[in-house]
């Protein structure tokens, strides 16, 4: 018994070795389909592996692949990395710029929120969707709480007034 579970952990270590050389090699030499499938490949032995969640989620991106790098990139947000504020930065990006959802950003923006409730930056870009949008009820919630974190910064105060002003226009 101890021969076959020795060899069966040997098998396992070799293919998960040949897997990541596959994804390196092929990643080296921009080959992005077969280094993310190999990286894929990977997640799916060990699907705890942060790392090569972020591999693939990288290579999916590098290949306009939006929603499986962003699936990537939320199990390493999962999995507690200490990138997470960044790669929520990183898919609020891409839903934004890239996929010009901004159903999903808002969304993104949600969780980005939730996770990190002091990082402003999250907040501003829900603020400016807002804006956009010609939502003011959800601008101003959102500048208030901008004001609340950063009672000092003008254009938060401009801004949460030039709301106002606009609702007092088509009032009048």
Known sequence: KKTVTES???????LRNAFLVRGAVAYGRKNYELALASFEQLTLLNPQDTSMHLNAGVTAKMLKKYPEAIKHFKNVIRLNSPMSKDLFSEMIAMTLNDMKDTTATLGLLEEAIAK???EANFVGIQTDIYIAQG????????????????????VYHYLLGDTYYKQALSIQ
Request: charged share 30%; net charge positive.
């Open 135 to 154: 939502n003011i009820q959800k601008t101003q919630e959102s500048l208030k709480k901008l004001i609340e974190k950063e009672p000092s910064k003008a």
């Open 116 to 118: 990190f409730p002091n």
């Open 8 to 14: 069966i952990t040997n098998a396992e270590t070799n």
